[in-house]
């Protein structure tokens, strides 16, 4: 069945840091691909997403970089903030979403 | 973003009594909506899809006479657990796709069974 990967489980980082959490995916059908931010204790919120018709997208400081051949697709946050330290989750699909198993982001100030 | 609501946010019940999740999407009609398990510290389990007004699709190990998918409007979706058991205790989410597809969650239901 399709199944997403995602690593690593925890990363640390020191604030102004960049951080990157990678995705693979196995169904080469997926045409979108959004990540989420979870809080504890709180809902999922979408901070970004890519198709499959685009490579790279920005916001502010947050990228995705997609690579369809190798069904890899990546979040890349610079100058991070303590703020950022929550669970990140990758999804891949066409209509419903299947989730990475989620990254523990901590930045220390 | 598009706003979905889910109620409770919390329930708690005793084994073997039945308990319905509400899940509505505010601000857009959603003819698909998602529910997911979540466990501890782990990730997003897609349970099934309630489709509006026909039955829902379970993903594969979901009992579907456990979990009561029920898609009456385009608006709402409501997942039953029947019959509970303190193993069913859990966080339950729902979410459905806006018109630009992008997708959004409700608040969550965490679900505790004594």
């Known amino acids: 069945g399709e199944n997403v990967e995602q690593h690593p489980s925890t990363l640390s980082v020191q604030e102004g840091d960049s951080a990157v959490i990678k995705c693979t995916y196995s169904?080469?059908?997926?045409?979108?691909f959004p990540w989420y931010k979870q809080e504890l204790g709180k809902r999922p919120q979408l901070i970004i997403d890519?198709?499959?018709?685009?490579g790279e997208k920005k916001d502010q400081r947050i990228a995705v970089t997609l690579n369809k051949t190798a069904k890899h697709f990546s979040l890349h946050i610079t100058e991070t903030q303590p703020e950022d330290s929550a669970v990140y989750f990758c999804?891949?699909?066409?209509?419903?979403?299947?989730f990475g198993t989620g990254t523990r982001l901590q930045v220390f100030p | 973003g598009a706003v979905v609501s889910q109620h409770p946010s919390r329930v708690i019940c005793k084994s073997g009594t039945s308990v319905k999740i509400e899940c509505r999407s505010l601000?857009?009609?959603?003819?698909?909506m998602f529910w997911y398990r979540q466990f501890p510290k782990q990730s997003l389990m897609l349970m099934a899809t309630?489709?509006?007004?026909?039955?829902?699709?379970?993903e594969q190990g979901v009992e579907k006479d456990k979990f009561l998918i029920n898609h009456a409007s385009l608006t709402l979706s409501t997942l039953t657990v029947t019959s509970a058991h303190p193993e069913d205790s859990s966080f339950y989410i729902c979410?459905?796709?806006?018109?630009?597809?992008?997708?959004?969650f409700g608040q969550g239901t965490r679900l505790t069974v004594v």
């Open positions: 309630s489709n509006e007004g026909s039955k829902a699709t379970y």
């Open positions: 999804a891949a699909g066409v209509y419903k979403l299947i």
């Open positions: 979410s459905a796709r806006d018109q630009g597809e992008r997708a959004f």
């Open positions: 169904d080469s059908a997926s045409n979108y």
């Open positions: 890519i198709r499959s018709n685009v």
């Open positions: 601000d857009f009609q959603a003819t698909t």
